[in-house]
């Protein structure tokens, strides 16, 4: 009958438009109708719409709802969108605290959890063009160095152009760093309440170990309806994609 309803009300939504739905959804949150809201919500990412807002407002509804490896992944999506939200942070704190898996996390080197949060500051396209910029900036300093008869300003035009150009290369790797902590994720949230990893693919290798639902992994290989994942703890083992989904 929930389900009923919820289809209904989705309906009824189909003509506003993706402006009107998403203030609609925050006034059945605002209501308690926690999962009416989480359907809206959901169905606008469905339809291909992108904001850290968006996935976070998502992930309340869900966890609001008791759907707590639902809100863990939208919390995920929300933190690559908006790094530096310590509501987003927070609250994916709290719906980890809820989880029954507790694995210990192999520690990311300083530099490597430094330059993805940087990297996560600004979209790809933002250091894309700001790269193309310095590069062009760079070009010019180049040319004054060839043509300037001064040394004074020949050595200026050299240290500005080897200066715009290493920039240039640094935006180009946060802007590649980006696209693939975005849209080329590898990790994924565990939906199903329990599911077990094996040696190989499929229902004959031998049981590595169990996860339950929330738990996050990151995905190493696919072989047909079967992923092969690393747990945070370093173990790896194969599990049915179905039972997964993509941050």
């Known amino acids: 009958m929930i389900q009923i309803i919820l289809f209904a009300g989705l309906l009824s939504l189909a003509g506003q438009t993706p402006e009107e739905r998403y203030s609609?959804?925050?006034?059945?949150?605002?209501?308690?109708?926690?999962?009416?809201?989480?359907?809206?919500?959901r169905k606008l990412y469905e339809e291909g719409f992108r904001s850290g807002d968006l996935f976070y407002n998502t992930g309340n509804a869900f966890f609001k709802s008791g759907d707590n490896a639902s809100a863990i992944l939208f919390y995920?999506?929300?933190?690559l969108l908006s790094p530096a939200d310590e509501d987003i942070d927070y609250n994916l704190q709290i719906a980890r605290s809820r989880i029954t898996d507790r694995l210990e996390t192999v520690p990311q080197l300083f530099f490597v959890r430094w330059f993805d949060f940087l990297s996560l500051l600004a979209s790809t396209n933002f250091w894309a063009v700001g790269a193309i910029v310095l590069f062009v900036l760079s070009l010019m300093f180049a040319v004054l160095f060839l043509t300037r008869a001064r040394a004074r300003g020949r050595l200026l035009s050299f240290w500005l152009s080897l200066a715009t150009l290493l920039l240039s290369m640094l935006l180009i790797s946060l802007s590649v760093r980006n696209n693939s902590l975005v849209n080329h994720n590898s990790r994924a949230v565990i939906m199903c309440s329990i599911v077990t990893g094996r040696s190989a693919p499929g229902e004959t290798g031998n049981e590595l170990f169990v996860l339950h639902s929330g738990t996050t992994v990151t995905v190493e290989q696919e072989l047909g309806?079967?992923?092969?994942?690393?747990?945070?703890d370093g173990n790896k083992g194969w599990i049915r994609a179905d039972c997964m989904e993509k941050i």
């Open 24 to 41: 609609q959804a925050g006034v059945l949150y605002s209501s308690g109708d926690y999962s009416g809201a989480a359907a809206i919500y």
């Open 76 to 79: 995920e999506r929300a933190k």
């Open 225 to 232: 309806e079967f992923r092969e994942v690393r747990l945070p």
